[in-house]
Every structure is written in C-alpha cells, then in structure tokens.
Nanobody
Framework: VQLQASGGGLVQTGGSLRLSCAASGRTFSTYVMGWFRQAPGKEREFVAAISANGIITSCADSVKGRGTISRDNAKNMVYLQMNSLKPEDTAVYYC?????????????????WGQGTLVTVSS
C-alpha cells in the first residue's frame, strides 16, 4: 500500500483543515488507517484511527471534539477533519495503514506510512 497525504497548509487559530490521504492498492478496505503527527522537536504522536469498515474510530484526547477521521473505501481515501485549530496543532501529519486490523494508537502496528503534510497554525 502506498499512501499520499495532502491538504496541509497555513491556517489561523480557530480555523479548519481537511487532510486527505490517497491509498493505492486493492486491499485498502482491509486496513485500519491512522493519522499521526510530529511537531518540531517532539516525538510522533497519535491523532486518530479508523477501522477497516469505518465503524470504529478513535481519537487522541488532544483532538477529541475537534478532529474527525473518516474514510471512503470506494475511493481509497481517508480523511482527517480538524476544526478549532490551535498553534499546538502545528506539525507534519502522516497517514498510516495497519495490516493487523487493530484500531490502535500505537505507531508500531502501522506498517505503511505516507510522506506527511505540514499543518501550520498561526496565533
């Protein structure tokens, strides 16, 4: 599976962005998908994950109520809608695929990673 994240950019505090991740391959619908982020000088952290059929989702406490993960298996796409953005949301956002079918925040479960898209939130 190859993943390509897009949709990042510069946004003001309180603004919104929708990140997209395009996946190649016929098996996309069998993977749990996740979003992670890494801010400058910090470790990569979990943002959200969604089950293969889109029914189960999980969000980090830091984005709960502001972030929504969704997917469209017909289009091989996964999305992260981020609202009420804060400067601390500034990071490179990565999408990732988990072949073990576990909706988890643990990055080690994810075997395929996209190249990342930069989100910058200005104060």
């Amino acid at each position: 599976v190859q993943l390509q994240a897009s949709g990042g950019g510069l946004v003001q505090t309180g603004g919104s962005l929708r990140l997209s991740c395009a996946a190649s391959g016929r098996t996309f619908s069998t993977y749990v998908m996740g979003w992670f982020r890494q801010a400058p000088g910090k470790e990569r952290e979990f943002v959200a994950a969604i089950s293969a059929n889109g029914i189960i989702t999980s969000c980090a406490d830091s984005v709960k109520g502001r972030g929504t993960i969704s997917r469209d298996n017909a289009k091989n796409m996964v999305y992260l809608q981020m609202n009420s953005l804060k400067p601390e949301d500034t990071a490179v956002y990565y999408c990732a695929a988990n072949a073990a079918k576990v909706v988890t925040s643990t990055s080690g479960w994810y075997v395929y990673w996209g190249q990342g898209t930069l989100v910058t939130v200005s104060s």
